[in-house]
């Protein structure tokens, strides 16, 4: 499948007049062809004219075929083949596996919307009867969901399908009823290509408004910010940077009609080793550890940065262990230069800190953007006394800190900035200290995990992928998982509207067989 470097607007691929950029191969550093033509304001004003244009008719597209749009997403993704994952690899330095497991989780994403879509949930259909014989009386009141508008999202340089084009926020949002203008990640602009592609046949197929489905190039502080300020636009989706997903926050909360920015940020995953489980099986935790902070060379939003633990001899044992575990690693491949050059800075930066020792590197073998994981370890008091050390270092690095005993550790714990995950290992005989950590992580953290490590978020409907800033911009929210679909709803309540004009989710019939809340009861699914 030929790579042209268009973007596309609707239904039309366009080549950008505002420059050239090209892709690059992180494992060579050599540039990719072809070049990529950035947009121009008034591609971004066209791609916003069709989205705006399009809400009105896509939102009132029957459900079913709102998911077979969905599905039809996904099944032009996978018939894009060999080529979209030779492309990633080419784009990232990811090995095939990788991507071929995140070009699954990408189509299974769609699916669960689709089905997400087909059931009806998310409308919350609820219906409160008029009282007209009450004093005072109450009229008819329905409440029932619908999207926002058209979303801006931004691709992810992490994850060049599940976090980008056709990922899990541009999934969510066409699952609300929204149509998405997609601000394609410059890291891989030709597996955005194809991927943008794929989308737009499927939505030319299933007979979807023109303006359902757009993508541009270009750089983030002219076409993104040009985009989040776009009158048409009514929510943002993006996963990044802090410096960026505040950027982008601030834009939008500047702008005449303020909008969300569901932006998914920075978290270091702290790790809590209590006593019992160290003691039980310190060597194993060390491996499984280091497993999961090498994980795709620590590039994922869920890889683990900080560890905190008691010490003592069962502590000394897990730090040799995964010393040991660490320096077997080899170097791997990061995304980009950019990141490449960040990582380096971040761990030269831990090396200037007075108090943190370096435990362990990993191999020196490896070309390119080759980033060597690295592991420190300091006590609570250089910790506590240098706030710099819970700032995530994107890549393969992490702190262990060292406590004298657990009201320290859980004083730590208080101090924690919003994270995405936070772990915790324990046995029978921890659980007192680990239901005290337990109340503090719940404010902490959008998903709290035992005897695990963080890395791999599973796509269903109780994941959640979230937390408090500077994890997210909205802590209520979550971009991975059924639930993210409220992000891009809001609630309209119809008050006494005759029955032919509700919509299909409100009328007394139930033509759609919605589970309902009728009268303060839950009323099961099922055609009336």
Request: glycine residues 12%; aromatic residues 6%; negative net charge.
């Amino acid at each position: 499948m030929t790579i042209l470097g268009e973007m596309i607007i609707g239904q039309q691929c366009v080549r950008g007049t505002a420059g050239e950029a090209f892709g690059f191969n992180p494992s060579t550093r050599a540039n990719l062809e072809p070049g990529f033509g950035q947009a121009t304001g008034d591609d971004v004003e066209r791609a916003c004219a069709l989205a705006a244009q399009a809400f009105d008719p896509y939102r009132a597209l029957p459900l079913e075929q709102r998911a077979r749009f969905l599905e039809a997403i996904a099944e032009q993704i996978l018939a894009v083949g060999p080529a979209l994952i030779e492309r990633a690899m080419l784009e990232t330095g990811l090995p095939q596996a990788r991507l071929e497991g995140e070009r699954m989780r990408t189509v299974n994403q769609l699916r669960l919307f689709a089905k997400v879509v087909r059931d009806g949930y998310f409308l919350d259909a609820t219906i409160d009867s008029a009282l007209p014989d009450r004093a005072p009386p109450r009229p008819d009141l329905r409440l029932s969901k619908i999207g926002l508008g058209p979303v801006a999202v931004f691709g992810a340089s992490n994850f060049p399908l599940a976090f980008s084009v056709a990922g899990g926020d541009t999934a969510s949002a066409l699952a609300a009823g929204c149509p998405v203008v997609v601000k394609a990640h410059a890291a891989h602009p030709g597996t955005s290509e194809l991927v943008g592609r794929a989308v737009q046949r499927a939505a030319r197929e299933a007979g979807m408004p023109e303006g359902v489905f757009s993508m541009l190039y270009g750089d983030g502080r002219t076409v993104g910010q040009q985009l989040v300020a776009h009158p048409a636009i009514k929510a943002v989706g993006f996963t990044g940077s802090r410096q960026g997903g505040t950027a982008l926050m601030r834009t939008a909360a500047g702008r005449a009609e303020p909008i969300p920015v569901y932006a998914e940020m920075s978290s270091v995953n702290p790790v809590f080793l209590l006593p019992a489980a160290l003691q039980a099986g310190g060597a194993g935790l060390a491996q499984g550890f280091v497993d999961s902070l090498t994980l795709g060379v620590g590039q994922f939003c869920t890889n683990p940065g900080l560890v905190f633990a008691l010490e003592g001899a069962d502590l000394d044992s897990f730090v040799k262990a995964a010393g040991e575990a660490l320096a077997g690693k080899g170097a791997g491949t990061m995304l980009t230069a950019g990141i490449h050059e960040a990582y380096n800075s971040g761990v030269a930066k831990f090396g200037q800190v007075e108090g943190l020792q370096l435990v362990a590197q990993g191999s020196e073998q490896g070309a390119g953007c080759a980033a060597r994981a690295a592991l420190y370890l300091c006590d609570a008091d250089t910790y506590l006394g240098n706030a710099a050390l819970e700032d995530e270092v994107f890549g393969p690095a992490a702190v262990l800190v060292r406590f004298k005993d657990a009201d320290q550790l859980l004083r730590a714990a208080e101090a924690l900035h919003g994270q995405l995950t936070a772990t915790v290992h324990a046995q029978a005989a921890d659980h007192g200290l680990a239901g005290a950590l337990l109340t503090i992580l719940e404010r902490k953290a959008g998903r709290v995990l035992f005897n695990g490590f963080p890395t791999g978020v599973e796509v269903s409907h109780a994941m959640v992928h979230g937390g408090p800033f500077p994890a997210t911009s909205d802590s209520r929210t979550t971009s991975v998982g059924a639930s993210a679909i409220d992000r891009f709803l809001r609630p309209v309540c119809y008050q006494n509207v005759p029955a032919n004009l509700l919509p299909e989710a409100l009328r007394d019939e139930n033509p759609l067989g919605l589970a309902r809340l009728l009268d303060g009861a839950l009323q099961a699914g099922g055609n009336a």
